[in-house]
């Protein structure tokens, strides 16, 4: 096996021995950290992370369109919950480590949506001790409400409960983490303008676009019927525009991590040079299979 070469790049605070990282939703419970790290990605998004254990939607929850190199998925964040994951995540990461993690959290199905905010609150402390940066999902598909806390008023709300736990986090002697926040492809262009005011406003560190879609143009697999959230290649246009239209609105203020059919190292290459900061990928792995991320290292 070939290593990745170095193509170090510092980002929202935080050192990264190359742009390429891993998506949410692969390794939710920070089992496979190792592994992970060894296929060359300069970052790994643990989680999605719930308070609780839950086990998330019935099978079958995940399907393959090959013809279209998709997948839909309805997880439903299945997990093990923030005590048995924390304790993952600190027995699993390299000593010393070489790639930075990320905690993406979320909240549990049962929590309603109006209590939302502690539910990320109480992911925050836990995580902040052993995650290099954290990452607010309020874009996943398939729990119920979620993408509501999109919408102005409630994210004016979370992120700024989330912002001032933050601040209790790093007095009470643990550090001062990054925070960004990931949205999905399908907000209309004024809610996506209202979403990045509100996370200029908070204070977050920067945005991850996008989660998966509820669109289906386009698509010849029969499993375009199912229910859930769909990757992979049909997202990357979608997922292009909505980079441009955040970097316009940001103008530089804030860094984008950008996620969304990312299949090959050109698309890749596309991402940065549009002026995201750092990328990531999932279903491109699912078809390309994992020694993409080091063609995608030394393509960028
Ligand atoms: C099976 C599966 C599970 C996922 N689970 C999560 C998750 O728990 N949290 C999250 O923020 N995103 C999750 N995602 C979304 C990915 O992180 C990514 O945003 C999306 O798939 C678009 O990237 P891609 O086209 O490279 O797959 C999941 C995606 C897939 C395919």
Do not use: W
């Amino acid at each position: 096996m070939f290593s990745a070469p170095e193509k170090p790049t510092e980002v929202f605070g935080l050192k990264f021995k190359n742009p390429v990282g891993l998506a949410a939703g692969y390794d939710k419970d920070g089992i496979a950290m190792r592994g992970l790290a060894a296929l060359g990605f300069g970052h790994l998004e643990i989680g999605t992370v719930t308070l609780r254990p839950q086990s998330g939607n019935p099978r079958p929850r995940v399907f393959r369109l090959v013809e279209d190199q998709a997948v839909i998925n309805r997880m439903g964040f299945p997990g093990e919950g923030a005590i048995k994951v924390e304790r993952h995540v600190l027995s699993n990461v390299e000593q010393p480590r070489s790639t930075i993690i990320g905690l993406n959290l979320g909240k549990n199905k049962d929590t309603p949506l109006e209590d939302a905010a502690q539910d990320y609150i109480a992911l925050m402390k836990p995580f902040s001790a052993v995650a290099d940066y954290l990452a607010i999902n309020i874009s996943s598909p398939n729990t119920v409400g979620l993408r509501r806390l999109q919408g102005r008023d409630m994210l004016e709300n979370l992120l700024s409960a989330i912002g001032k736990e933050r601040q209790a986090v790093a007095r009470a002697g643990s550090k001062h983490r990054p925070i960004l926040v990931k949205i999905a492809p399908d907000l209309s262009e004024e809610e996506l303008e209202d979403a990045i005011d509100v996370i200029l406003r908070t204070g977050m560190d920067g945005v991850i676009a996008t989660n998966t879609t509820l669109g289906r143009e386009g698509l010849a697999s029969s499993h375009q019927i199912e229910t859930g959230g769909l990757s992979g290649k049909p997202l990357r246009v979608r997922s292009e525009i909505v980079l441009m239209q955040v970097l316009k609105k940001l103008d530089g203020r804030l860094p984008v991590v950008s996620v969304g059919g990312i299949m090959c190292p050109e698309d890749a290459k596309r991402r940065l040079d549009m002026g995201a900061a750092l990328v990531q990928v999932y279903t491109g792995m699912v078809y390309a299979g994992p020694g993409l991320v080091k063609k995608i290292i030394r393509a960028v």
